[in-house]
Structure formats: C-alpha cells, structure tokens
C-alpha cells in the first residue's frame, strides 16, 4: 500500500466510492504507479471485485476503475479474472468477521502469468488472501498485491 488509511487517503476513497467521483480513481492510481514503478512489469492486472450488489448499486467497481488507469499507465493489460463468490459486506465489519467473510474462484487465464491484483484499501489481508488463493489455484506464475492505502 502506498498510504495510510487516514482522513486524507480515506477522503479520496469514500468520494469515489461512496460519492460516484470517478475521476478519483485515476488520482488514486497515478499515486500507486508513481510508489510501484519499481516493480517487475506483470503480463496482466486484475483487481478485487466488488458484490455483485455494490456494483448494481453504484454503477460501477471502483477497484476496476483503479485498474484499468493502472494498467494504462503502465501500459499493461487489465483483464477481471477474479469471481466474488461470497456475497457479504465488509465495511464496518470487525476484524473477526472480516477474516473468512470473502471468498473467489479464478479464471483459468491465469496459468503461468505474472499477476498484480489491484483492492482500494488493505484492512485484514483477508480479501488479497482469499484472492491469492483462488488466482494460485488456477496456476497464476506470480501475484503481486497492490493496495491505495492500509488500514494500520
């Protein structure tokens, strides 16, 4: 992650989330590219998945918004290759609850490739977890979790 989850990074968050600003996420990932040039390129990006709920409600997934700038700033390619396959909310959760309440499967696109997954904010490390599980499952070479900001 490249912020603390403070009032700052947690401004930008709740606006794109909460408030449908869009153009925050661009913001959010011109931050993360500037922090992660470093790293080995991946042959692909995905993100975290919002409930199928969240998504229909706001209009659209704000950790795909992130990723898709990601990847165009790096010039590399986004593809969703995550299924949320559990249903639940974390916001507001405690830390218990959080633990074991997400769940994915994978797509097979992810055999042998280098793999950034991309999530808003890092709580528990639940969710990347869980990710990671599903993308290792399905025979993903590497994963590499990036995060906007931590929760400490």
């Known amino acids: ?50 409930t199928d709920c969240r998504r229909s409600s706001r209009g659209f997934d704000h950790a795909e918004l992130i990723t898709r700038h990601l990847g165009a700033l790096f010039q590399r390619p986004t593809q969703r290759l995550l299924r949320r396959t559990s249903t639940g909310h974390q916001t507001g959760q405690s830390r218990t609850c959080r633990l074991d309440a997400v769940s994915f499967t994978a797509s097979p696109r992810c055999e042998g490739r280098d793999i ?37």
């Open 116 to 152: 950034w997954i991309v999530d808003d904010v890092w709580t528990t490390g639940s969710t990347f977890r869980a990710a990671v599980t599903a993308l290792i499952r399905m025979r993903a070479q590497s994963v590499v979790c990036l995060a906007y900001a931590h929760v400490p």
């Open 1 to 50: 992650a490249v912020e603390t989850y403070d009032e700052a990074s947690k401004r930008l968050v709740t606006d794109l989330k909460y408030q449908h600003k869009k153009s925050v996420a661009l913001t959010i990932a011109q931050s993360m590219a500037a922090n992660f040039k470093f790293l080995p390129a991946p042959d692909v990006l995905t993100w975290v998945p919002t």
